[in-house]
C-alpha cells in the first residue's frame, strides 16, 4: 500500500491562486486507508475550499487511480464537472496525479497530498515500511526479513557494532533487524545462510524511471 500523508492546507490555498473552481479526484484503495483521499476526505476539502472562497464542480473517488486507463474512464464519465473546473486536485499518491495529468493534458492538476512510502498495515491507522521496492529482492537470503528497508543503515551484512541488547543504534525504538534476521535464520535452520557474506547490492536494477511490459 501507498502510504500518504495530507498537505498543509495553506500551502495548497496559496497554489490554487486565482483559481476559482476546482474538481476533486480521490482514491478508493491506499488513500481510503490513509484517511487522505476517501469520499469523507472529499468531503472535508469540499469544505475547507468553500470556506477559501473556492468552489468545487464535482467529485470522484476513483478505484484504483494508478490505473490510467481506468482514471480516464471515469474523466470521460465527469467531462463536463471536468470541464468547468479551473484545476484539478488529485487527493492520492503521485503515481495517480500523473495518471490525471496525462488524461488532462490541457488542465492544471495538482496533489493535495504528500507520497511517503510503500507500506505494510499494521493495524487501522497504523503503517510502517518494510520494503523499498529496490529492484533487486534480498529477502530469500534474509529470512524474509529486509535489512535494506528495515536497517536505518541499509547494512546487507550485520550486525553493526552499535547493536545493544537486540535494540538499533540509530532508533533505540525498535529491534535490530539483522538480530530478527539472525533468530528467525536460527530457527528455520538457515544459519549457514546467514553466516554468507553477501556482495555489495547492485543499485542499477532499480534505476528510475523503471517500465514492465508483461505479455
Avoid at 488513500?31 to 475550499?49: A, I, N, P, R
Avoid at 488542465?107 to 529492484?135: A, H, Q, W
Amino acid at each position: 500500500m501507498i502510504i500518504t500523508s495530507k498537505k498543509d492546507f495553506k500551502d495548497l490555498e496559496k497554489r490554487l491562486a486565482g483559481k476559482e473552481k476546482v474538481f476533486l479526484l480521490g482514491c478508493g484503495e491506499c488513500s481510503t486507508q490513509c484517511k487522505t483521499g476517501g469520499e469523507k476526505d472529499l468531503e472535508e476539502m469540499v469544505s475547507l475550499l468553500e470556506d477559501a472562497g473556492i468552489k468545487t464542480t464535482g467529485g470522484v473517488v476513483v478505484a484504483e487511480p494508478c490505473h490510467i486507463p481506468l482514471t480516464k474512464k471515469e474523466l470521460r464519465a465527469r467531462k463536463e464537472e471536468v470541464a468547468r473546473a479551473d484545476a484539478v486536485m488529485v487527493l492520492a499518491c503521485g503515481a495517480a496525479v500523473q495518471s490525471v495529468a496525462e488524461a488532462l493534458p490541457d488542465k492544471p492538476v495538482y496533489t493535495g497530498v504528500d507520497t511517503l512510502f510503500l507500506g505494510n498495515i499494521n493495524r487501522n491507522g497504523d503503517f510502517s515500511e518494510k520494503c523499498s521496492m529496490c529492484g533487486k529482492c534480498e529477502l530469500n537470503n534474509t529470512a524474509g526479513l529486509c535489512p535494506v528497508t528495515r536497517c536505518p543503515k541499509g547494512l546487507l551484512n550485520g550486525p553493526c557494532g552499535g547493536v545493544d541488547n537486540g535494540r538499533c543504534e540509530v532508533d533505540n525504538d525498535i529491534s535490530c533487524i539483522w538480530v530478527e534476521i539472525y533468530k528467525r535464520s536460527e530457527k528455520e535452520g538457515r544459519l549457514e545462510e546467514f553466516m554468507a557474506v553477501t556482495p555489495p547490492k547492485d543499485y542499477s536494477f532499480s534505476l528510475r524511471p523503471s517500465s514492465l511490459l508483461i505479455r
